[in-house]
């Protein structure tokens, strides 16, 4: 079984940054997972962020391009989102997500594992 924990969110005001980690405690490599993140924002369906591979390759969604980075640490079994130059419609709770055949992307159903979520909130 692998177990996500989430930390790092926070208030913060329009422009401002903040860094998402997650802690992924499990019995199986870690550095073959592909690990994303999510987001929910009120009354929205949870949509993707970004993904990081086994391979580190990155993809991110459109609206995150440029101001946020997606990273992973594998011997700390970690994975991290710098959120940059954020905007109020930044506001969600956050997920983590894993998958540990490592083949996962952008959509949440091939995603074994996921976080409890945290919350951000982007003031104008």
């Known amino acids: 079984q692998v177990q996500l924990v989430e930390s790092g969110g926070g208030l913060v005001q329009a422009g401002g940054s903040l860094r998402l980690s997650c802690a992924v405690a499990s019995g199986r490599s870690f550095s073959n997972y592909a690990m994303g993140w999510f987001r929910q924002a009120p009354g929205k369906e949870r949509e993707f962020v970004a993904v990081?591979?086994?391979?580190?390759?990155?993809y991110y969604a459109d609206f995150v391009k440029g101001r946020f980075t997606i990273s992973r640490d594998n011997g700390e079994k970690m994975v991290y989102l710098q959120m940059n130059s954020l905007k109020p419609e930044d506001t969600a709770v956050y997920y983590c997500?894993?998958?540990?055949?490592?083949?996962?992307?952008?959509?949440?159903?091939?995603?074994?594992?996921w976080g409890q979520g945290t919350r951000v909130t982007v003031s104008s």
């Open positions: 997500a894993a998958d540990d055949s490592g083949r996962a992307y952008s959509t949440q159903g091939e995603y074994d594992y």
């Open positions: 990081i591979t086994w391979s580190g390759y990155r």
